[in-house]
Nanobody
Framework: QVQLVESGGGLVQAGGSLRLSCAAS????????MGWFRQAPGKEREFVAA????????YYADSVKGRFTVSRDNAKNTVYLQMNSLRPEDTAVYYC????????????????WGRGTQVTVSS
């Protein structure tokens, strides 16, 4: 079992930046990918970004490409999501997730989830 705790959410004006953190504990050695997802009110939870735990390969949704950066610190068992040029449509609860699968895009492939952190972008 892997425990995930997100932090760093908050209220920011459009154009601003936030950095989310996801601290992992437990059986982290089995993880292949760490992902970030988000869920806005009334919408499905959607993929935002993912990073491979070993090689550091990164993947992004088209909606955030060029604005968000996912990174990891293996020594700290922590994954980060740097969010720049934030837009009101980025407002959502952001979730960190871990998977032992290679299918990093699919929500159902992730076995472990954090409780989420709220990001609100005002216009």
């Amino acid at each position: 079992q892997v425990q995930l705790v997100e932090s760093g959410g908050g209220l920011v004006q459009a154009g601003g930046s936030l950095r989310l953190s996801c601290a992992a504990s437990g059986r982290t050695v089995s993880n292949k990918y760490m992902g970030w997802f988000r869920q806005a009110p009334g919408k499905e939870r959607e993929f935002v970004a993912a990073i491979s735990w070993s090689g550091g390969r990164t993947y992004y949704a088209d909606s955030v490409k060029g604005r968000f950066t996912v990174s990891r610190d293996n020594a700290k068992n922590t994954v980060y999501l740097q969010m720049n040029s934030l837009r009101p449509e980025d407002t959502a609860v952001y979730y960190c997730a871990a998977t032992i699968s290679n299918i990093y895009l699919v929500r159902s492939e992730y076995e472990n989830w954090g409780r989420g952190t709220q990001v609100t972008v005002s216009s």
